[in-house]
């Protein structure tokens, strides 16, 4: 593959060449993105992306100046924003194609996916002809009934409307799920050097940059990579903390060696079905496919030697209230219970509803704020009067097995915003959080809107590993990882069908062994259980 990959792109140089100067190199740019979250009964639908994210042409190269906010709310400068920074430093004119993205969820229905990659492919018709393109992709994304990875879907129809004559760069979120079709045909391709990430707009412009310099012929990318039967999760992949902080200093240092265009390590999104899953490295050199292969080899086994790091203890829900009624650094600010098994940010529902039966039961000594989605519960008690006392079964998310819970509350305040509408249930000192849309507390706007004032409670539970804390930096100084029972569980990792043994489900010394058969494997050893028959869309039990 690599003697083909290098071929081409020393043909592809030569004809580009013999075309410089003949008129300005014209790049266009889009994004399709999103992480999936298989154990969701959600599906992503058309409607996430449009609450989201969704823009196209000019309302997209709109945001994609320095002045603009591409991802509204959340980032103003994204990976589209460095690329096009890369492009107009390099004096190269942009086409804006199209851009989604949606909060991570269950997989997209095949209907959404067609919506996006029909987008994205007829405005790259009309775009007329373009030297290169790039994307900025997950490579965790999902779609119902799709045995493959949608990312290497999205990069060979975009291949076969451009033709071998133009490069094709793509940058992946660090946790991508490496496998050859997302490397398939293309030219550069990079990932995110940060977790949490906030490298995304640095992102885009690496890739522009490596992106033209192909184009003027002054790079000929190779590629080489390695798959690791191995995934870790549970916060021990922070990029500036032990142990993965050598890990990201060497990667940084590999792209300052020369002859070597990029180095990345994908670290996978564990909750999505593929049975392929697995952590991956790649390098790619300017035409020496054995500096290539040598360097991937010592990145895999600088990678695999942070394989044995211990996860931090997960607490039962009982145990956790325990602390916090123990807890001294209460009287500083509440504590954060994070529920690990129920991470919205990772494509979970956020319908969990063992906190309020725990805080119900055994919780009444404890001023507790908890976010469940119900939009059952949003429906029935939306017209009520605030104030009103309401007999309120708590079901949580259609389709998640959680247990049902028996409430006498009384609705205290409701809130309609761009997630959605909220009612808040008061039940005693517990204070719970209904959504008709996944509950991301990463604010603590998100309770003031309800009329609560965060510092007044002695626990929060929160949907988030990470992006809460810098918004809470001042209000909350204790966080408790807390299991439960969801779909971003990491206990039910060790249960998941894989295509070879997987560190540390299975301990391994060595990951030489399995690493052709994980390379190689399809990304479902089985047949996809279907949404239906996985009781997405049956009644729920
Ligand atoms: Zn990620």
Not at 28 to 43: K, L, M, Q, T
Request: hydrophobic share 45%; proline share 8%; net charge positive.
């Amino acid at each position: 593959m690599i003697a083909r990959t290098l071929g081409l792109a020393r043909q592809l140089a030569a004809l580009r060449r013999g075309r410089a100067g003949a008129r300005p190199l014209r790049l266009a740019y889009g994004r399709i993105f999103h992480e999936a979250c298989a154990g969701s009964p959600v599906p992503t639908t058309r409607a996430d992306f449009e609450r989201l994210h969704a823009l196209e042409g000019d309302a997209l190269a709109a945001v994609t100046t320095l002045r603009g906010s591409e991802l509204a709310g959340y980032l103003p400068a994204a990976e589209l924003t460095g690329f096009v920074q890369a492009a107009r430093l390099a004096g190269v004119d942009t086409v804006p194609l199209a851009s989604a993205m949606a909060v991570p969820g269950g997989p997209l229905t095949a209907a959404c996916f067609a919506w996006l990659l029909d987008g994205l492919l007829a405005r790259l018709d009309a775009a007329g002809p373009v030297d290169g393109v790039y994307l900025a992709l997950h490579g965790s994304m999902e779609v119902e009934g799709l045995d493959e990875a949608p990312e290497a879907v999205i990069l060979r129809r975009v291949r076969e409307r451009v033709g071998p004559a133009v490069a094709i760069a793509v940058s992946y979120d660090l946790h991508a799920n490496l496998t050859a079709g997302l490397l398939d045909g293309v030219d550069v391709m990079i990932g995110y050097r940060t977790n949490p990430h906030w490298d995304l707009a640095p992102t885009g412009f690496r890739a522009g940059v490596r992106l033209i310099r192909v184009l003027r012929g002054e790079l000929a990318p190779v590629h080489a990579w390695r798959k690791l039967p191995m995934v870790l999760g549970g916060g021990t992949t922070i990029d500036f903390l032990a142990p993965m902080r050598g890990v990201f200093r060497y990667l940084r240092q590999l792209e300052t060696r020369p002859g070597v265009i990029s180095a990345s390590l994908f670290m996978v999104h564990p909750f999505t079905s593929a049975a392929n899953l697995g952590w991956a490295v790649h390098v790619s050199t300017d035409g020496d496919p054995a500096l290539a292969e040598r360097l991937a080899d010592e990145l895999a086994e600088r990678v695999w030697a942070t394989k044995d790091v211990a996860l931090p203890p997960m607490l039962a829900i009982d145990e956790a209230l325990d602390q916090v009624r123990r807890s001294r650094r209460r009287t500083l600010g509440p504590v954060t219970l994070v529920d690990v098994d129920d991470i919205v940010g990772a494509g979970a529902p956020g319908g969990n509803t063992r906190f309020v039966q725990a805080l119900v039961a055994r919780g009444g000594d404890l001023a507790a704020y908890v976010p469940v989605h119900d939009p059952a519960a949003v429906a029935a008690l939306w017209d009520a009067p605030i104030g009103s006392a309401h007999r309120v079964t708590l079901r949580g998310t259609p389709g998640y097995d959680q247990p049902p819970v028996e409430l006498d509350a009384t609705v205290a305040a409701r809130h309609e915003g761009d997630f959605g509408r909220r009612v808040r249930l008061d039940v005693g000192t517990l204070r719970i959080a209904v959504g008709d849309q996944p509950p991301l507390p990463i604010h603590p706007k998100f309770w003031r809107e309800l009329g609560l004032d965060p510092r007044k409670a002695d626990l929060l539970v929160t949907k988030n590993f990470f992006h809460y804390r810098m918004f809470f930096l001042t209000t909350s100084f204790v966080h408790l990882p807390v299991e439960s029972a969801g779909a971003t569980s990491l206990r039910s990792l060790r249960d998941r069908r894989a295509a070879v043994p997987v560190h540390p489900s299975t301990p391994l010394a060595d990951w030489r062994a399995h690493e052709p058969a994980l390379r190689a494997a399809p990304r479902l050893e089985a047949p996809r259980a279907t949404a239906t028959a996985r009781g997405r869309h049956a009644p729920a039990p």
